[in-house]
């Protein structure tokens, strides 16, 4: 199996504009997770899905964030428009039902000038 | 709710010594309970872990045991090496609801120096 992957692995931009991040989780899984990671705020939940659709999205830090799962097997999460303080290391995790074990991406590095 | 709490890093280490980091939980349930190791550049990668008391999980040397009665569950190796050099997430997830949010650690950063 290839794993999670995720896009881009790296992505600068400036402030304003939108940045989408993309997730494939491995094959079968039933939930996706979205988290941020930064050095001052250390690893944050930012959304998680069950079967394609949005459980708990108390973690999306505002309305600029937005995050879909048209299917099972692709997920974006989408900041618009985008700011400096967006800057992180953002990683897509999957899982299967019945355990807690998660699945990591490389994650995406965005930095927001 | 659900917490974990690790212990204040970074740790700063010689080749081939002893390692523990603490890690205790906070659980409404009988959480198993996770080791996740993150290599600079990459993503977290699950270490070991332990389903119910009194189970210990192991890894490339490493162990941790869970400890129901202390609610811990802290890893240790008894030789670390320079590739160790990670940050590490202790977590845990419960049955109820079917395992479906992980609650992690704030994370300890290890550097083993030759």
């Known amino acids: ?113 | 709710g659900d917490s974990v709490t690790q212990m204040e890093g970074p740790v700063t280490l010689s080749e081939e010594a002893f390692l523990t980091i603490n890690c205790t939980y906070t659980a409404t349930g009988y959480p198993s309970l996770f080791w996740y190791v993150q290599y600079p550049g990459e993503g977290l990668q699950l270490l070991l872990k332990a389903t119910k008391a009194d189970d210990k999980g192991s890894n490339k040397g490493f162990e941790a045991t869970y400890r129901k009665e202390t609610t811990s569950f802290h890893l240790e190796k008894g030789s670390v090496q320079v590739s160790d050099s990670a940050v590490y997430f202790c977590a845990l997830s419960e049955p109820g609801g079917g395992y479906q949010k992980v609650t992690f650690g704030t994370g300890t950063k290890l550097q083993v120096i030759p």
């Not at chain 1, 988290?35 to 079967?51: A, D, K, S, W």
């Not at chain 1, 659709?53 to 618009?80: C, H, W, Y």
């Not at chain 1, 985008?82 to 899982?95: G, I, L, M």
């Open chain 1, 1 to 113: 199996d290839a794993g999670v992957i995720q896009s881009p692995r790296h992505e600068v931009t400036e402030m304003g504009q939108e940045v989408t991040l993309r997730c494939k989780p491995i094959s079968g899984h039933d939930y996706l997770f979205w988290y941020r990671q930064t050095m001052m705020r250390g690893l944050e939940l930012l959304i998680y899905f069950n079967n394609n659709v949005p459980i708990d999205d108390s973690g999306m830090p505002e309305d600029r964030f937005s995050a879909k799962m048209p299917n099972a097997s692709f997920s974006t999460l989408k900041i618009q428009p985008s700011e400096p303080r967006d800057s992180a290391v953002y990683f897509c995790a999957s899982k299967g039902a019945g355990t807690g074990e998660l699945f990591f991406g490389e994650g995406s590095r965005l930095t927001v000038l």
